[in-house]
């Protein structure tokens, strides 16, 4: 199994109404298996129930990524473990693993995907090819993981792909890590960095390393245009005739830039189409065109005036990365509203990743405070501090080395940014611990029935004392009573005492019931009378798939067997129990003669039934019962009439059950009515 469940029912007790409850103390474990297949769908029932209440929901989630959405501000996007950007198969026509590039509910993506190297013999790239297939050079080699915060931005995701997961194969390794914030003016944007390693023993000159992007703007990208600008360093794709459509783009942060601009389509003037196939050679005069050379293509789209389906390779090179060395580069992908929103886009990413980032780090306290008790943190490293109560984004709410804290209940940690520029460094955490801390977790209600428990916790301390004189930091309740907790931090010299807590417990109801005397027959009524005290609702479960919610409740078994019979029941202060019983199902027809019992046609095809009746006993009435032991029909019998016409055109078509008795008992028939 992909996922093994060890701890798998809490019983929190008693929810009052609009209430909410945790089960930090109590929670539901499982275990992934090491050898689960890359993005399993892991699909876990919850189900819920409270005497005669049920219910259910499903969760799902996806066990060993291989790809993780990035949608923290609004540029929405996905990061592969193999390089692609967006969507990790776009061979795949559902496109379920990964969103594309989605920018204000706008779908801006068909394929993206990285070509590196030093020449089109020695190509590395996960981009379309010949023939209508997709290159794919890359494999992972250390795991897609996520944090949030991240270390430098909002979010980031990272691992490391190769062109091979063995080493001595391995000719480029890349780091990748993506960077978001999701406060403006910095979220339309998301930034991209590699760490380029060279592996092997020679160097690798004349490097080149960059993004390929069909962008669909309008409809199937038919009428886009791409351009470049060179002062962002910003090659875009638009809507060629109208303004109604969005901008993307991508940008170099850091080298040499390059840019390629590409007509998908092959038309005159083009130098090559890529619909058809985009070859080795084609890939590498893309991605090694630099800004300067002479071999770059600034504008696609521009052939005619309602644009062309285009696409562009954004690049930085030529690199020189010697043997064992390692080299950091980094884009950003952008969305916008117009060209003048992308350029500002473009600016504000230029200046968060190669000054805000760059910028030295100030460095701050982490103190111990009691309860309730105010503290002074200091930071240091920088002339002009700013203080913050976020780790990006926000306002800040001081400016100076040092802050003096109000009277905290909980551990608290602050952000502190070095502001001697115009741009400020990323942000470090300064932290107040609140040692002592009285405050008393529960698992679930504290009102309780009879023979339920809570537990009642408290953060670890020197010293802990309950008021029943336990010692330990988590205790059980099984009774009614007020709880409180001293507790001690002996280096601050803190003791505290916690609020009272009162735990009420309340009465169980009694289930209880009684079954028909006699013998059980299938086809044949059973009386379930209800013996409960204190009950006020009932739930009847029939072990058959059926059950009842009345206080007493008759149900007709078809199959001979035994059935578990349980009657939950719900007293008004919401307190339940539950009783069981199996019980032994026979046959229900009896020879009580040896004259003829008999009932046809069967199966029933007109609307009557001639019913045969033994002579001789003493019958007092014809009954009809469907499969649920509902009675559908009764007719009183004559002794002198031993044959029975019996009116059923009135009846649906199904099973039912012909019952005649006698002071001696009864005679039962299952029918068929199929006409």
Not at 400 to 415: A, H, I, M, P, R
Request: hydrophobic share 35%.
């Amino acid at each position: 199994a992909v996922v093994t469940l060890s701890k798998s029912q809490i019983n929190p007790g008693i929810i009052q109404e609009g209430s909410t409850i945790s089960n930090t103390l109590v929670p539901f474990e499982l275990s992934i298996s090491q050898l689960a297949p890359e993005n399993s769908v892991v699909d876990l029932l919850i189900t819920y129930s409270d005497g005669a209440y049920s219910d259910y929901q499903y969760v799902s989630f996806f066990v060993n990524p291989s790809f993780i959405d990035i949608n923290s501000n609004q540029v929405n996007t996905t990061v592969t473990s193999i390089g692609r950007i967006g969507f990790q198969d776009p061979e795949d026509a559902t496109r379920t693993e990964g969103s594309g590039f989605i920018f204000k509910e706008n779908p801006l993506l068909y394929e993206m995907g990285l070509i590196m190297g030093t020449s089109s013999t020695s190509l590395y790239n996960n981009v379309r090819g010949i023939k209508g297939g997709f290159d794919q050079d890359f494999a992972s080699t250390v795991k897609i993981k996520q944090i949030v915060p991240g270390e430098r931005s909002y979010s980031e995701i990272f691992g490391e792909f190769s062109n091979s997961i063995t080493a001595s194969k391995q000719a480029i390794k890349v780091d990748y890590r993506s960077l978001v914030w999701k406060d403006s003016p910095y979220d339309k944007f998301v930034i991209l960095e590699y760490e380029l390693n060279n592996p092997t023993t020679s160097a690798l000159n004349n490097f080149y390393f960059g993004i390929f992007s069909d962008w669909d703007i309008t409809t199937d990208g038919a009428n886009d245009a791409a351009g470049w600008d060179n002062t962002n360093k910003l090659g875009y794709v638009y809507p060629a005739q109208t303004a109604a459509k969005p901008y993307a783009g991508i940008q170099v942060l850091t080298g040499l830039p390059g840019y390629y601009a590409i007509d998908n389509n092959p038309a005159t003037g083009n130098p090559f189409a890529i619909n058809d196939d985009f070859t080795d050679d084609e890939k590498f005069t893309t991605v090694s065109a630099a800004i300067g050379s002479g071999h770059e293509r600034l504008q696609a789209g521009v052939l005619n005036s309602t644009g062309n389906d285009v696409s562009h390779v954004v690049s930085t090179g030529p690199l020189n990365i010697a043997a064992g060395q390692t080299v950091k580069i980094a884009f950003a992908l952008h969305a916008a509203a117009n060209l003048s929103d992308l350029q500002n886009s473009a600016r504000y990413a230029d200046s968060v990743y190669n000054y805000t980032l760059k910028a030295v780090k100030p460095v701050g306290d982490s103190v111990g405070t009691c309860y309730k008790s105010s503290t002074t943190l200091h930071a240091s490293g920088a002339s002009k501090i700013k203080w913050y109560n976020s780790s990006t984004g926000g306002q800040s709410f001081l400016t100076g080395t040092q802050y003096t804290t109000g009277n905290l209940l909980n551990d608290t940690v602050f952000y502190v940014a070095n502001a001697d520029h115009t741009y400020e460094s990323v942000r470090t955490p300064v932290k107040a611990t609140v040692v002592a801390n009285p405050k008393v977790s529960k698992s679930g209600s504290t009102t309780l029935c009879q023979g339920d428990s809570i537990k009642l916790s408290v953060a670890k301390a020197d010293d802990i004392l309950w008021n029943t004189g336990e010692k330990t930091s988590t205790i059980q309740v099984k009774k009614a009573g007020k709880h409180a907790v001293q507790v001690k931090n002996n280096a601050l010299s803190c003791v505290t005492k916690s609020d009272t807590l009162v735990v009420t417990v309340n009465p169980k109801p009694k289930a209880n019931f009684s079954t028909s005397s006699g013998d059980l027959k299938i086809y044949t009524p059973i009386d379930f009378t209800d013996q409960s005290v204190d009950a006020v609702t009932w739930f009847w479960d029939f072990g058959d798939g059926q059950n009842s919610s009345s206080k007493n409740a008759t149900h007709s078994y078809t199959s001979i067997k035994s059935y578990t019979i349980k009657l939950s029941i719900t007293a008004s202060d919401g307190c339940a129990d539950t009783k069981s019983s199996t019980i032994s199902v026979i046959t229900g027809i009896e020879k009580l003669t040896t004259e003829p019992f008999a009932v046809y046609p069967n199966p029933v095809t007109s609307d009557y039934l001639n019913v045969v009746i033994p002579s001789g006993l003493s019958f007092s009435n014809l009954a009809m019962t469907d499969i649920l032991g509902r009675q559908v029909s009764e007719t009183s019998l004559s002794t002198l009439e031993t044959e029975q016409k019996i009116y059923v055109g009135n009846l649906n078509d199904g099973i039912y059950i012909v019952k005649v008795s006698s002071d001696q008992g009864q005679l039962t028939r299952k029918i068929v009515i199929k006409r």
